[in-house]
């Protein structure tokens, strides 16, 4: 199949970060070194070529981004300084945005004003909601479930759970076609010598459908335990593996609670400090808190190569989660306090913050990385089995 070609590609993944590709003479020596490079799925050598030469039909079918967990190692060996480990992690900013039919990722990834902008108008939005439809404002106990109804909020969730789904979805669907390519590719030629006709099978993308069910449980144990990152030679990768599963365990657990069980989350009672629901929600936001605090940091210092580069949109998601957890603290201590005014205003803000963050990065930006690494891993097993 021809291969077109964009000469301008390389220019334009500048703009999601992406530096000194460019300077890279192809030696291999970062494939070599990278201890998750396989011979089937070898980089990040390979995509950096694609790169140079503006292959950009290539990149889009190439799961190899999402296979990097970004160790350091083949920047910390490359001698180029070409940062192969960066250029990966631009690459996974490009993917995102091309996987997003809605052009939002594109714009999120690519222009501070747009980043700034969506955040604070949507915080705007919410807070003007707040505004117009806020309950009854009691002053002499905290109410909050009068201020603003769980049922009502729950509802809402609800809705924003199935829209956001719909676009994280959307956007696997399409990274899925990429990844697997050309359905033909899977046909088994016709044996003129069979009898009768062949059973009907039923097939997405030229790949039978009980292959996908039968390998589900590599997305599902990589999506819980995103266990890639400790195959990584380095020491500090575990640690990174265990920040990774503070965040992912603690959003989780806080997911949940406001999702699912928030009738019981958000009462107006204060449950007694064993109480099921407590301890999540404690837990949620331990880890939270320390694993942002800790990434935040070391963006700050660049202590490790992982966090030496930091795109606007690594602060923005920090920082926002950062925000969302420790606001969620003070609405916790405010009404253990009974200051039933500052439980209301901070309860706001929480939500001026959490809501633009949920909205712009679980379909569009870094949260979707959690579902496209587990999910390309599998697409990989699924294409390896149906090969073969
Ligand atoms: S990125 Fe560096 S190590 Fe990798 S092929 Fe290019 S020059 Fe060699
Ligand atoms: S950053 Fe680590 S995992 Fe990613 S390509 Fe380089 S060596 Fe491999």
């Not at 290539?58 to 981004?65: A, F, I, R, V």
Request: aromatic share 14%; with cysteine; hydrophobic share 45%.
């Amino acid at each position: 199949m021809a291969t077109s070609v964009d000469p301008g590609l390389l220019v334009q993944l500048e703009e999601y970060g992406l530096k000194d590709a460019a300077t890279c003479f192809n030696c291999g020596n970062c494939t070599a070194v990278c201890a998750l490079s396989t011979e089937n799925t070898p980089f990040p050598r390979k995509v950096i070529r694609y790169l140079q030469i503006g292959a950009a039909d290539k990149l889009l079918q190439s799961p190899e981004p999402w296979l990097c967990y970004y160790c350091g190692d083949c920047s910390e060996t490359c001698p180029r300084d070409a940062n192969p480990g960066e250029v990966m992690m631009g690459l996974r900013r490009y993917l995102t945005a091309q996987y997003d039919i809605t052009g939002i990722s594109k714009r999120f990834y690519t222009s501070k004003v747009f980043e700034i902008s969506a955040i604070l108008f949507l915080a705007a939005l919410v807070g003007l909601g707040f505004m117009a439809f806020h309950g009854t404002i009691v002053t002499d106990r905290v109410a909050l479930n009068a201020f603003a109804s769980s049922h009502v909020i729950e509802v809402l969730d609800l809705i924003m759970l199935v829209v956001l789904s719909f676009f994280l979805l959307t956007n696997a669907r399409r990274m899925a076609k990429a990844i697997l390519g050309d359905p033909g590719q899977y046909e088994k030629p016709v044996d003129p010598e069979s009898s009768g006709p062949a059973a009907e099978v039923k097939k997405w993308n030229g790949i039978p459908v009980s292959l996908y069910f039968s390998e589900i449980k590599e997305l599902l144990v990589n999506f819980a335990t995103q266990k890639k990152f400790k195959s990584c030679d380095t020491k500090s990768q575990d640690m990174q593996w265990y920040v990774h599963l503070l965040i992912m365990t603690g959003y989780s657990s806080i997911f949940l609670l406001v999702v699912v069980f928030l009738r019981w989350f958000q009462r107006d009672e204060i449950l007694s400090f064993w109480h099921p629901v407590r301890l999540i929600g404690y837990y949620g936001t331990f880890a939270l808190l320390y694993g942002t605090t800790y990434a935040l940091i070391g963006r700050w210092k660049k202590t490790k190569m992982v966090y030496k580069f930091s795109h606007s949109s690594d602060w923005a998601f920090l920082i926002l989660l950062w925000l969302t957890t420790f606001t969620g603290i003070l609405i916790h201590f405010t009404r253990l306090l009974e200051m039933p005014l500052s439980t209301y205003t901070i309860y706001v803000i929480h939500m001026m913050i959490a809501i633009p963050m949920l909205v712009l990065e679980v379909p569009f930006a870094k949260w979707a990385h959690l579902l496209y690494r587990p999910l390309a891993l599998y697409l990989m097993r699924v294409k390896e089995r149906a090969v073969a």
